[in-house]
């Protein structure tokens, strides 16, 4: 490598001029084709075009495209009609995969495992179990989350009184049938 190429590969930046790859520039070659600047190619395009680089070359003129006009708009009157505001669903609509995987889910489980359940991530997760809260389809237990129906008032209260009670055990009575 004489001090020209090196000059040419200071030039171009110590990078190849065609796939602008710096690995290796000890390595590069600096090719001076017929009529062109000198080309500065790493060995792997180098290998692939040899001394005639695509960087350099005249463009051909291409022949002239016949100009092509945009078609005009429809009138107002024939255009589709937008779908409307109101909240109402489209016609296709993707499944809610929230919704899919908590289908799928534990009796109570973490924002995070809903999250990666559904693909979604946990921020957006949590903003819709806390909407799905609002809306009574999903509960919140502690800091964990249930798609189970809420307890009945008995139930709870039942719940409740095992919870103060250490050394009693609750048997509950079973409707006589008789």
């Given at each position: 490598?004489?001090?020209?190429?090196?000059t040419?590969?200071?030039r171009?930046?110590?990078?190849?001029?065609?796939?602008?790859?710096?690995?290796g520039?000890?390595?590069?070659a600096?090719v001076?084709p017929?009529?062109r600047?000198?080309?500065v190619?790493?060995p792997s395009?180098?290998a692939r075009?040899g001394d005639d680089?695509?960087?350099?070359?005249?463009?051909?003129?291409?022949?002239?495209?016949?100009?092509?006009?945009p078609?005009?708009?429809?009138?107002k009157?024939a255009?589709?009609?937008?779908?409307?505001?109101?909240?109402?669903?489209?016609?296709?609509?993707k499944?809610?995969?929230?919704?899919?995987a908590?289908k799928?889910m534990?009796?109570?489980f973490?924002t995070?495992?809903a999250?990666?359940a559904?693909g979604?991530?946990?921020e957006?997760?949590?903003?819709r179990?806390q909407d799905m809260e609002r809306?009574g389809?999903?509960q919140?237990?502690?800091?964990r989350?249930?798609?189970?129906?809420?307890?009945s008032?008995?139930a709870?209260?039942m719940?409740?009184?095992?919870?103060r009670t250490s050394?009693?055990?609750i048997v509950?009575d079973?409707?006589?049938?008789?």
């Amino acid at each position: 490598m004489n001090a020209e190429d090196l000059t040419e590969i200071e030039r171009a930046g110590r990078r190849c001029e065609v796939c602008h790859s710096g690995r290796g520039w000890r390595k590069f070659a600096v090719v001076r084709p017929a009529g062109r600047e000198p080309v500065v190619l790493c060995p792997s395009c180098h290998a692939r075009f040899g001394d005639d680089p695509p960087v350099g070359r005249e463009s051909k003129p291409a022949a002239e495209p016949a100009p092509s006009t945009p078609a005009p708009r429809p009138p107002k009157a024939a255009r589709a009609p937008k779908p409307p505001r109101d909240g109402a669903p489209p016609a296709e609509q993707k499944p809610d995969r929230l919704r899919a995987a908590l289908k799928e889910m534990p009796r109570s489980f973490s924002t995070a495992m809903a999250a990666r359940a559904a693909g979604l991530n946990n921020e957006k997760t949590l903003a819709r179990l806390q909407d799905m809260e609002r809306r009574g389809e999903v509960q919140r237990v502690g800091n964990r989350w249930s798609a189970e129906a809420p307890p009945s008032e008995i139930a709870s209260a039942m719940d409740r009184l095992e919870a103060r009670t250490s050394n009693l055990r609750i048997v509950r009575d079973r409707a006589r049938t008789g």
